[in-house]
């Protein structure tokens, strides 16, 4: 059961984690510093894990796993969602799946979101669907990991800092075991 744990934290290592996604640092260093800001809100040890795997789904090459093959469709947060819940709970899965439509809550219903988001996330909300209407977001506040969720979402924003010092990802091992689903 450990197998995936070490496979999770090595692939933050190999090619995959340290490609880039348009934004300026790697997977791996966007990874660790959503995962560290986490930490240091004091989050469960679920959401730390959260945090740290919430862009799987862009890295899931570098598991062995070939998306394009079961025909997954791009989506990283669905993808990314549903490798994870072959191991993890819903405290895990649930914050990882809502991910991007936190974004597109946040931007439809905080005045000044919109400004936060960097230049590649500004493109990729609109292929995500742009902004939620009142009625979606009414449904995404309603659900069960909604609030998780948009925790997660302000750490992904801020984690795009280039050159910040992070731990490295043994550090957040014990996150990611604590968080297996028994
Ligand atoms: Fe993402
Ligand atoms: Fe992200």
């Known amino acids: 059961m450990t197998d995936i744990v070490d496979r999770l934290i090595a692939v933050f290592d190999q090619p995959a984690g340290h490609a880039g996604y348009g934004e300026g640092i790697s997977q791996r260093e966007h990874a660790l510093q959503a995962a560290w800001l986490a930490e240091k809100e004091g989050a469960s040890p679920a959401l730390v894990a959260a945090a740290l795997l919430h862009d799987v789904g862009h890295l899931l090459h570098g598991l062995g796993e070939?998306?394009?093959?079961?025909?997954v469709d791009g989506r990283h947060e669905?993808?990314?969602?549903?490798?994870?819940?072959?191991?993890?709970?819903?405290?895990?899965?649930?914050?990882?799946?809502?991910?991007?439509?936190?974004?597109?809550?946040?931007v439809a219903?905080?005045?000044g979101y919109a400004e936060k988001l960097s230049e590649a996330s500004v493109l990729s909300l609109k292929l995500q669907g742009g902004p939620m209407t009142k009625a979606e977001a009414d449904r995404f506040?309603?659900?069960?990991?909604?609030?998780?969720?948009?925790?997660?979402?302000?750490w992904d924003e801020e984690a795009k800092l280039v050159g910040y010092t992070t731990p490295e990802p043994a550090h957040f091992r014990k996150y990611v075991e604590a968080a297996l689903r028994r």
């Open 66 to 71: 070939d998306i394009a093959e079961k025909g």
């Open 78 to 106: 669905a993808v990314g969602a549903a490798f994870l819940l072959r191991h993890f709970g819903e405290d895990v899965v649930g914050p990882v799946a809502l991910h991007v439509d936190a974004k597109r809550y946040l």
């Open 109 to 111: 219903v905080e005045p």
């Open 141 to 154: 506040a309603a659900k069960r990991f909604a609030k998780d969720a948009l925790r997660l979402r302000r």
